[in-house]
């Protein structure tokens, strides 16, 4: 780490510009996530023409700004009106929204700032420090290992499945099902895409909406008053949420660093980091059938790693260029914009590294706005909770619409989220498992592109997953023991808990 570059860089921070684009960057980033439909993918591309006259350092921070302010945004929606502003906040509505119902409101979106705060300021500390490293891991990490990720993700089905295991692989697979629509990733044949408005598949934000939003407002149609069911105070406190988070620090710590690490393979991105960080923090209490009925500690997980994911993200983006998700996507296409090239130049002193720095320490920073807006706007977010659901449901429906309809312009996508909607609907009525079927949506594409490609590589060989011998590949048969760990652990233990039984051990 070069001192007078960090210090240089503190300096150019420092500047009243600087901290004005910084603070501008993170409100818009929140109003922007909390909008169902939007996202900062969209809300990054629609201010990237406007940063044209701008300096590349202070373009780059307010698209960063953007970025990490929407990570948290998302999850105001998902704890008010139980639709995630952004699919990484997904998870947040399974336990965020239950204790809205409760009139624990302002309590659950203080959790969510205070996680998403103290995991995003870890998470960018420990890149600062340990970005060297970092960036050797993800140079192991190859297209074999990002094909295991996903069915590392899929195997999560078991564990975040509550109920019958047998709805909850149904929906995984019909999840799944919705991936094969459209041009496959790699050979373009089209499958069930006669019609060019499929060509480019069904829209996985499009189905998000449908099964979130639309879902859910058909269910609050027939409610009468506010979305709390009933006369509901908006209970707990800020202070309360912002202690509760506090005296978990293990869980932030453990769910940034999920967020950090499946953020820095490309093409996982925020959703699913979300996902797998949620199913950890069930996995690993001692009250797992809490989970989706209002505890905290799902709110703090899903928050912790969204957050942490942004940090994450940035190591392949700005290291190789290569988008860690959508999101850094645009953002690569900021720093080519200001004639800056991704690539090992961000991290020589005689390159961009002061930009590199300028950019981290305005995360930091960022994440010190996002809890001090958090905690001192969050009993005023919390009276949405009040709003009559005869304004809620034609704002959230006409904006679901509009956002879904502005991100690929294509008229397929108004019937993907009305047909969502209806199913989303029913699979709640009749005890289908959701979260298992928004997991086969987002890691079906990712999954078989990947696959394709190892198998590629490998001329057809199967073993370029589990011979580290032959490939070289130590990390691959490590993925896949942890999955066989995940798929056939419960099954071990209770074997081995029955022939305890039986001979009266």
């Given at each position: 780490m070069s001192v007078e570059t960090l210090l240089g860089a503190i300096d150019v921070l420092l500047t009243a510009e600087t901290l004005f684009w910084i603070v501008t960057g993170i409100l818009v980033g929140i109003l922007v996530g909390a909008l169902p439909g939007l996202g900062p993918p969209l809300g990054m591309a629609i201010i990237l023409p406007l940063t044209l006259p701008m300096t590349p350092e202070n373009a780059i921070i307010l698209l960063i700004g953007v970025y990490s302010g929407s990570m948290y945004g998302g999850s105001i929606a998902a704890v008010l009106i139980n639709t995630p502003g952004v699919s990484s906040s997904a998870a947040t509505m399974f336990d965020g929204y239950p204790m809205s119902k409760q009139g624990k409101a302002a309590t659950a979106l203080s959790i969510s700032a205070t996680a998403s705060a103290v995991a995003g300021f870890f998470t960018i500390t420990a890149l600062i420090l340990f970005s060297p490293v970092l960036i050797e891991m993800v140079l192991r990490v190859g297209t074999p290992e990002r094909f295991l990720v996903a069915i590392l993700g899929l195997a999560m089905i078991t564990v975040v499945t509550r109920g019958s295991i047998a709805k909850g692989l149904l929906a995984g697979a019909a999840g799944l099902l919705v991936t094969t629509v459209g041009a496959a990733p790699m050979t373009l044949d089209r499958r069930y895409a006669e019609s060019l408005l499929l060509y480019d598949g069904i829209d996985f934000v499009a189905v998000l909406i449908g099964l979130f939003a639309i879902a859910e407002m058909m269910k609050l149609a027939g409610q009468e008053?506010?979305?709390?069911?009933?006369?509901?105070?908006?209970?707990?406190?800020?202070?309360?949420?912002?202690?509760?988070?506090?005296?978990?620090?293990?869980?932030?710590?453990?769910?940034?660093?999920?967020?950090?690490?499946?953020?820095?393979?490309?093409?996982?991105?925020?959703?699913?980091?979300?996902?797998?960080?949620?199913?950890?923090?069930?996995?690993?209490?001692?009250?797992?059938?809490?989970?989706?009925?209002?505890?905290?500690?799902?709110?703090?997980?899903?928050?912790?790693?969204?957050?942490?994911?942004?940090?994450?993200?940035?190591?392949?983006?700005?290291?190789?260029?290569?988008?860690?998700?959508?999101?850094?996507?645009?953002?690569?296409?900021?720093?080519?914009?200001?004639?800056?090239?991704?690539?090992?130049?961000?991290?020589?002193?005689?390159?961009?590294?002061?930009?590199?720095?300028?950019?981290?320490?305005?995360?930091?920073?960022?994440?010190?706005?996002?809890?001090?807006?958090?905690?001192?706007?969050?009993?005023?977010?919390?009276?949405?909770?009040?709003?009559?659901?005869?304004?809620?449901?034609?704002?959230?429906?006409?904006?679901?619409?509009?956002?879904?309809?502005?991100?690929?312009?294509?008229?397929?996508?108004?019937?993907?989220?009305i047909v969502f909607g209806v199913i989303g609907f029913y699979m709640v009525r009749y005890n289908y498992s959701v979260i298992a079927f928004v997991l086969g949506v987002v890691l079906g594409d990712i999954a078989e592109e990947n696959l394709y490609r190892s198998l590629q590589l490998s001329d057809g060989d199967w073993a370029i997953f589990v011979n580290p011998f032959e490939y070289g590949r130590w990390l691959s048969p490590i993925l896949v023991a942890v999955i066989c760990a995940i798929l056939f652990g419960p099954f071990l233990k209770g074997w081995v808990d029955d022939r305890r039984s039986s001979t009266g051990e």
């Open positions: 008053g506010g979305i709390a069911e009933g006369a509901v105070e908006i209970g707990g406190n800020v202070r309360e949420g912002a202690i509760e988070t506090l005296r978990h620090p293990v869980m932030l710590i453990k769910s940034g660093l999920i967020g950090m690490g499946v953020g820095a393979i490309p093409g996982a991105g925020a959703t699913v980091s979300n996902f797998v960080a949620y199913s950890e923090a069930v996995r690993s209490s001692d009250d797992p059938d809490s989970f989706g009925s209002g505890n905290p500690l799902g709110v703090m997980a899903s928050e912790a790693s969204n957050n942490g994911t942004v940090a994450g993200s940035l190591v392949p983006a700005i290291s190789f260029g290569i988008p860690g998700s959508s999101s850094t996507a645009v953002l690569i296409g900021g720093l080519l914009m200001h004639g800056l090239r991704p690539g090992p130049s961000m991290f020589e002193a005689d390159g961009e590294l002061m930009l590199t720095y300028t950019m981290l320490l305005a995360l930091l920073v960022g994440n010190v706005i996002i809890l001090a807006f958090g905690l001192t706007m969050v009993t005023r977010l919390g009276y949405l909770t009040k709003i009559d659901t005869n304004y809620i449901i034609p704002m959230v429906v006409v904006l679901s619409f509009l956002g879904t309809y502005a991100l690929r312009v294509n008229p397929i996508d108004i019937v993907t989220i």
